[in-house]
């Protein structure tokens, strides 16, 4: 059995690299992609929507429509992973292990138990390591400037490389550095569960949101330049800054999901001990 | 584009997407995958595609690794059947 399928990957295989001597050359100007979409782009995304940055045009423009549905496979990303794991019983845990702060002493506490209502113990993971005073300090200090950069990245989409998945991505992960870093219940307690859905949905309706106002102020769906009389500014500048305002929307979305996926897995859905 | 840096990196994407199905230990197929990502966001950023690349980076290499991780923990070392 594992020699017939080794066979058919390797056709397989050999088929797909068969088929790619018919591609165009790389860059190649006489393709069919750069000779009647391309060209346009090229030449008149400048006048038309006054972005630098064609590919982020594209995206959120020209091909707005892909990207509002890329959003939504997101957002169903999360609730998927929400579904097949979170365990929503609130149950207490078994056996929980606290640390007294000022001699670092360990307690365990059984199940039912309870310990005195001080603060001087701290909820630590059974699977856990000790605390890093280093990796601690070091997450606390460059966790700012990740989200700093974060935000650039989503705003400068315009003019360089970026935009709302690459900044939402990065905003997500200053959060789950935390959750690496300290542990998942800090994490949590910034972040929690009600306003990751809620933001990961409301990502989605923002971009959404944007396409039925274009259709309410007389324009199509996801015609930024009916943006214009809202904003006070001329048709092509509205379609800028309604590029913008979708790559928030996007930015929105996909920070939420990830930090939502994360805890969902890492915690296999008790929201309780995690990586 | 230089083809001898295209090759080397290449070879590295055959080497990580190969080593990621066959090794054993489901933490170092984690490591290889996200090598993997890099190495093809080193070959979209060699192509001109710096937007996919620069995704490539962010998701591929680290979000999805971050997962991939974060699911083994949930993972023993031996099964238990």
Avoid at chain 2, 66 to 72: E, T
Wanted: charged fraction near 15%; charge should be neutral; aromatic fraction near 10%.
């Amino acid at each position: 059995m594992k020699i017939i399928a080794l066979i058919s990957v390797i056709l397989a295989g050999a088929l797909l690299v068969y088929a790619t001597v018919d591609f165009p050359a790389w860059a190649d100007p006489a393709s069919p992609a750069s000779t009647h979409l391309s060209p346009h782009f090229i030449e008149k995304t400048m006048e038309e929507t006054s972005v630098p940055n064609i590919v982020t045009a594209v995206l959120a423009d020209y091909r707005s429509y892909d990207t509002m549905y890329e959003t939504t496979v997101i957002f169903a990303a999360g609730v998927a992973c929400f579904l097949l794991l979170r365990i929503p019983r609130r149950k207490e845990p078994g056996e929980r292990l606290y640390r007294h702060v000022l001699t670092g002493v360990t307690v365990r506490v059984k199940e039912g138990a309870k310990l005195p209502p001080s603060d001087d113990f701290e909820r630590i993971d059974t699977l856990w390591t000790p605390p890093d005073l280093i990796i601690k300090t070091i997450c606390r200090l460059l966790i700012p400037f990740i989200q700093l950069f974060a935000l650039y990245v989503i705003a400068h989409g315009h003019h360089s490389p970026g935009g709302g998945f690459q900044g939402g991505v990065i905003l997500g992960a200053s959060i789950i550095m935390l959750a690496i870093s300290h542990d998942l219940r800090t994490a949590v307690q910034r972040m929690r569960e009600k306003v990751d859905v809620l933001l990961s949905a409301a990502g989605v309706f923002i971009y959404a949101g944007t396409g039925a106002l274009c259709v309410l102020l007389g324009l199509n769906f996801l015609d930024y330049s009916a943006l214009a009389s809202v904003l006070y500014v001329d048709p092509v500048t509205a379609r800028s800054h309604g590029i913008l305002i979708v790559e928030i929307g996007v930015g929105i979305a996909v920070m939420a999901t990830i930090i939502w996926i994360y805890n969902n897995v890492s915690s296999g859905g008790k929201y309780d001990e995690g990586l | 584009m230089i083809w001898q840096l295209d090759l080397a990196i290449l070879t590295l994407v055959v080497i990580a997407g190969i080593g990621a199905i066959t090794v054993k230990d489901l933490l170092a197929a984690a490591i290889l995958f996200g090598a993997y990502s890099f190495m093809m966001c080193l070959l979209w950023s060699i192509m001109g595609a710096v937007d996919v690349s620069f995704t490539e980076a962010a998701v591929g290499a680290g979000a999805s690794t971050v997962f991939f991780v974060a699911a083994v923990f949930r993972t023993t070392r031996r099964t238990k059947d």
